[in-house]
C-alpha cells in the first residue's frame, strides 16, 4: 500500500521474479507488468484494480507461503485499498525517498489502523535525486504519529546507492546489476558508516531489551550477548501489537533490497495462525461468537471482491478465517440467508487461475458458481452461522449522467453499469426521477473515465457522456417538533397513523440516520416502531432541497397513536416518510459539498501563481513547506472548484508542477453555490 507512483507494482513485480513465479521482470512504464493485467492499467501505467498472487520462499530454512495483493495508489481506486486491508494480516507501506510520506500515504495508513493491521515499511526509490531515508523516518514519526525502527540503512544515496547494512545481523550487503539483482554478496561495513550503524544498532537493542527483563539484564551486562533471533522475536512482537514498524530500504527499479524485504515479511508480518480469532454474531441466537484460525474449526469467509471474468462469469475473491472448504460445497451466504453452492475454487495469479480441490484457513481464493454473493458478505458452514463485519466504503463525491449512442444499447448499457457497480462499492447507479437520466458516481473524474471505457472495451457500448457533477448531500441546520397523521379511507379496511417526532441534525461524527424511540406507554405498538425507523431512513436518499441524499438526520419518536384496525406496519412507514418531508422544510435545509485536501508540488518561482489560483477556487491554503523537489502547497479547496484543474496548473507551471486530491470531508456550501445549485436544477430558488 503506498501513495501513487511510490513503486508498489514495481516491487511486487521484483518479489515475483526472485520467487520464481516470473521468469522476466516486468515493467510497468514498459506495459508489462504482470500484476498490472487490465489493458487500462498498461496503458496509463498505474494500478487500477488490486490484483491478488501467492509466491513462496525460504528464510531461516523454513518454507513460507506468501499471499500478496497488489493495490491502487490513486485515490480514485481507494475502495481496493479498503477491502484489501479488511481481509489481510499485514501490509508493506512503500514510501518514496524523495516524495517521503505524501497525502495518499497517510490515507492507506489511517486505513491501516482502522483495521488493526501491522505493517513494515521500504523506503524505495533509493536511487533517485534528492533521495532522503532519514527524511521518510521523521515524516513516518510526525505525519504518521508512528514509531519506526530503522532495520537497515542505506550505503550511498543517490546515483551512488548500492546496498544495506542490515542492523539485525550487522553486516552490509550489495547487489549485482548484472544478474538483475538476483546475487547479492555480504561486504565490509563502510569505515564512514560505523558510527552511525552502532548508533543504531543500539536503539533496536535497547527497544529489545524492553520487551522483557531476560533480555534487559543481558543488554545491561552485555549488549553483544543478545542474539539475532531475541532481536527479532522482540521486533516482531512489538510489530504484532502495532507499537512499531521495522522500516527497509532499497531501490526496486535498479533491483536492490527486494531479498531483505521479503525476508522481513515472513520474519516480523503475522501468519494467520498469529492473528485474533475473528468475532461476528450468530444470527440466531443473536450473541457474540469467534472462530480461533484453525481448520477444525467451521468454515468462516468474507468475500472482499466481486469481479467478472471473461471465462468463467463472475467470481467472488474470499478470505477464510477458519475451517476448510472442498469446491462443491454448499456455504451459507449470512447476509442473505441464501444457500449458495461454490461449484468451483481457484487460487489467482493475477489474471491467471489455477484449479484448487479444497481452501484452508488463512487463504485466499476465488469462488466460481455462486448465485448472489456481495462485496462484504459472509460465507459459513451452513450449521455454524456466524456474521462478521462487512467492509465500509466512502461514498462517491462525483457524478455524470450517461446515455448510449443507440437506442438498441439502452438495456445492454443497464446491465452493463449494474455488472461494474456490483464490483466496485464506490460506483452507484441511479435513474433521475425528474429527468430520468442514468446517472452514475464516483470517486473522481479518473475512476468514472476508467469505467466508461471498460464498457466501451468490455461491454462494445458507445455512450455519450453530461459533464462531470459534484455528488452534493443535504442537511437541516435546526431541530424541529413535527406531528403527522396519515389517515386513508376508500371504503373497507382503511390506513391509519399518528406519530410525533422531533427531527434534528444528527452529531457530526454520525453518518446517516440516528434514531431514538422515546415512546412510552404502548401509545405505538412495538411492531410498528421498526416501520417508523424504516419510513424515515428510505426517505433520507431524497433531500427536500434538491433531490440528494441526507448526510445525516437525528430522528426521536415522542409520540403517536394507532387503529386497532387501520393500522399496521405500512401505514407507519408512510406517515415517516410524510413527516421527514414535512418536518426538514422547516429545520432550515442546506446543502453540503465534498472538500478536498489538496497537494501541489511546484518549483519555487510559481508558489504566488498557484496560491493565487486556489484561494480564487475558494481554496484555504494550510501551509506551504520546502522539499528537495520544490515547494509543497498543502490546503483544501470545494470540489466543485477543481474540475479541469490539472489542465489549469500545467499551463500556470508550463507542465512542471503535479497536483493530488484527495476527499477529506462533507462541509456547508456558501448561500450563493447553494441558490447557483437550486437554480440549475429546479430553475428557480425554493423558499424553505
Known sequence: MAHIDAGKTTTTERVLYYTGISHRIGEVHEGTAVMDWMVQEQERGITITSAATTVFWKYN???????????????????????????????????????????????????????????????????????????????????????PIPVQLPIGNEDDFRGVVDLIDNKAYAWDPDSLGVKYEEIAIPEDMKEQVEEYRNLILEGAAEENEELLSKFMDEPASISQDEIVEALRKATLQMRATPVLCGASFKNIGVQKLIDAITAYLPSPLEVPPIKGINPYTEKEETRKPSNDEPFCALAFKIATDPFVGRVAFFRTYSGEMPAGTQVLNVNTGKK?????????????????????????????????????????????????????????VISMAVEPKKQDDVDKLAISLEKLAEEDPTFTVRTDEE???????????????????????EFKIDVNKGNPQ????????????????????????????????????????????QFVNSVRGGNIPKEYIPSVEKGFRDAMFNGVLAGFPMYNLKVNLLDGSFHSV??????????????????????????????MRIEVITPDEYIGDITSDLNKRRGHIDNVASKVSGQVVRGQVPLAEMFGYVTTLRTIT???????????????????????????????????
Open 470 to 513: 459534484v455528488a452534493y448531500r443535504e442537511a437541516i441546520t435546526s431541530t424541529v417538533r413535527h406531528n403527522e397523521v396519515y389517515k386513508k379511507q376508500s371504503g373497507g379496511k382503511g390506513r391509519f397513523a399518528e406519530i410525533t417526532v422531533e427531527v434534528g441534525p444528527a452529531e457530526d461524527d454520525v453518518r446517516g440516520l
Open 654 to 688: 508550463s507542465g512542471r508542477a503535479t497536483s493530488n486530491l484527495e476527499f477529506s470531508h462533507y462541509a456547508k456550501s456558501p448561500r450563493d453555490i447553494i441558490e447557483e445549485v437550486l437554480y440549475k436544477i429546479r430553475g428557480y430558488v425554493p423558499t424553505f
Open 566 to 595: 387501520d393500522s399496521d406496519p405500512l401505514a407507519f412507514e408512510i406517515a415517516a416518510a410524510q413527516s421527514y418531508k414535512n418536518a426538514c422544510k422547516n429545520a432550515g435545509p442546506t446543502l453540503l459539498e465534498p472538500i
Open 435 to 457: 429527468t430520468g437520466q442514468t446517472i452514475i458516481s464516483g470517486m473522481g473524474e479518473l475512476h468514472l473515465e476508467v469505467l466508461l471505457d471498460r464498457i466501451r472495451r
Open 340 to 396: 449458495e453452492r461454490i461449484s468451483r475454487l481457484l487460487q489467482m495469479h493475477a489474471n491467471k487461475q489455477k484449479p484448487l480441490k479444497k481452501v484452508e484457513t488463512g487463504e485466499i481464493a476465488v469462488a466460481v458458481g455462486f448465485k448472489q454473493i456481495r462485496t462484504g458478505d459472509t460465507l459459513t458452514d451452513l450449521k455454524h452461522p456466524l456474521l462478521v463485519d462487512t467492509i465500509t466504503f466512502p461514498e462517491p
Open 61 to 147: 530454512k523454513e518454507d513460507y507461503r506468501i499471499n500478496i495483493i497488489d493495490t491502487p495508489g490513486h485515490v480514485d481506486f481507494t475502495v481496493e485499498v479498503e477491502r484489501s486491508l479488511r481481509v489481510l494480516d499485514g501490509a508493506i507501506a512503500i514510501f518514496c525517498a524523495v516524495g517521503c510520506v505524501e497525502p495518499q500515504s497517510e490515507t492507506v495508513w489511517r486505513q491501516a489502523n482502522k483495521y488493526g493491521v501491522p505493517r513494515i515499511s521500504y523506503v524505495n526509490k533509493m536511487d533517485r535525486q534528492g533521495a532522503d531515508f532519514y527524511k521518510v523516518l521523521d515524516e513516518i514519526k510526525e505525519k504518521l504519529h508512528a514509531n
